[in-house]
Structure formats: C-alpha cells, structure tokens
C-alpha cells in the first residue's frame, strides 16, 4: 500500500509593500496581522516588502506568519515604542522570518560616550525613555523564528518569558559593544527552547537563562557562536 501524496495546504499572504509614517506603518502592518490568523495548519501570513518601516509595536496573533522580507526593516522609534517592536503574546503556532530584521535604533537612544567607563550613557528624551526589546514573546507556545536578524537593541534583544516550544534557527543578533543592557537571547521560565545555526555579538550577556516565575527546563544550543563583553553565557 502507497500513501496518496497530499499537497501542504496553501496560505494566503498578505503584502505590505512600501512603508510611509510611524502611524500609518503601525496602523497597516497591525491591521493585516489582525487579519490574518488561520489555523495551526494552514497560517494567515502578512510579509512587509523592502525599506525600513518605523512602528511604534506590533503584535502577532496565533495560526499567523510575518515574514520580513530581505531588505526590509521593522525599526523601533525612540522614546515612542514601548516594550517591543515585534510582541508575541498569549499566541500559539507562530513563525516570524523572512531574511530581513528587526531594528532597535540604539545608536539614536545615548547622550554621551564614558571614556571611563567605555560605553554609552542611555539618553531619556522625556526624563522617562522607554527602551523596548526588538522580539518579545510571552506566555505563547509553538513559537518558529528562523532567518531573520536583530539588530541594535535598546534592552535585551530577544527575550521569551513563560513560554513553550520556541525554535529559533539562523537569526544574526548583534548590539553595539558600547550599549548596556543589550543582552541576546534571554529565555525566563521557559519549557522547550532550541537555538540554533546562529550568531550573537552584544556588549551585555550573550545567552543569559533565567528562572523567576517558573523554573527554565529544557534549553537547547548548537552551531551557534556567542561574543559579548560581558558574559557570553550567564547563568
């Protein structure tokens, strides 16, 4: 007996193509992201065509894709971007790739450089500056991120906090030496978390697992190289 080969069922992907203003990027890129979840099976997909596209945040739904295509951006505004340029949260069965990349625009967030201590000083445009991660998954699960790179935090780069089953292949994640507080890849609480085929250079910890309100069960690394002039891993 000879299984009859099927066909992966076909998703339907929703294309943004040339970026405009802060609000109107936002406002697009989260509306076709609303609009796009499928099933676990068959994802809605949104891809952002070339060109940098300055959000104030979005969130991906569950049963959805974004894809950043190469050449494309989605760029963190200073002091207006709040906790992450792109959120995962409460989602499931979610990939986020393409070959662009998420940008955080610290080289714009310092007022000036400490010869003393050899590293920039974080400005607050408003006495209160937000500094918002690039990629923030929380209490999500079945989380795909593959093929992207992540650039230039303001904070910890790519932080997952109590979440499930988070596979992360091929992702460039890079902070300028001089910034505090740049961690790359920070997993807390998490169950399942593998990273592979990828490289990380930060001036903070490079892979830094945490436990706070769960234990962190579960972390797989391979193929991947880590520079940081703090800890590459910390504990």
């Known amino acids: 007996l ?6 992966p069922p076909q998703r339907h992907c929703a294309t943004l193509r040339t970026p405009t203003t802060l609000a109107e990027n936002t406002r ?5 992201l609303d609009a796009a979840p499928g099933t676990a099976d068959a ?5 952002v065509g070339p060109g940098d596209w300055p959000v104030k945040g979005v969130t991906v739904r569950s049963n959805t894709t974004l894809l950043i295509v190469p050449g494309a951006r989605l760029v963190s505004k200073i002091n207006v971007t709040a906790t992450a340029v792109v959120n995962v949260d409460k989602a499931q069965h979610v990939e986020i790739g393409g070959g662009g990349g998420i940008h ?4 714009e967030a310092w007022s000036y450089f400490s010869d003393k201590d050899a590293r920039m000083a974080p400005v607050a445009v408003d006495g209160s500056m937000s500094r918002p991660h690039t990629l923030l998954i ?3 699960r079945d989380v795909h991120v593959h093929h992207i790179f992540l650039h230039n935090s303001t904070d910890w780069t790519f932080r997952m906090d109590t ?3 988070i596979y992360v292949d091929t992702v460039d994640i890079y902070g300028d030496e001089r910034f505090p507080n740049n961690d790359g890849f920070d997993p807390e609480s998490c169950t399942n978390v593998t990273l592979v085929n990828s490289a990380i250079s930060v001036a903070d910890d490079g892979i830094c697992p945490k436990a706070n ?3 962190l069960v579960g972390l797989t690394v391979r193929n991947t190289t880590v520079r940081s002039r703090s800890g590459a891993i910390k504990f």
């Open 163 to 165: 979440s499930h089953d």
């Open 43 to 47: 994802k809605g997909c949104v891809s």
């Open 138 to 140: 929380t209490d999500s």
């Open 213 to 215: 309100a769960a234990p």
């Open 104 to 107: 955080g625009h610290a080289e």
């Open 28 to 32: 697009r890129i989260q509306a076709a």
């Open 2 to 7: 000879v299984a009859a080969a099927t066909s």
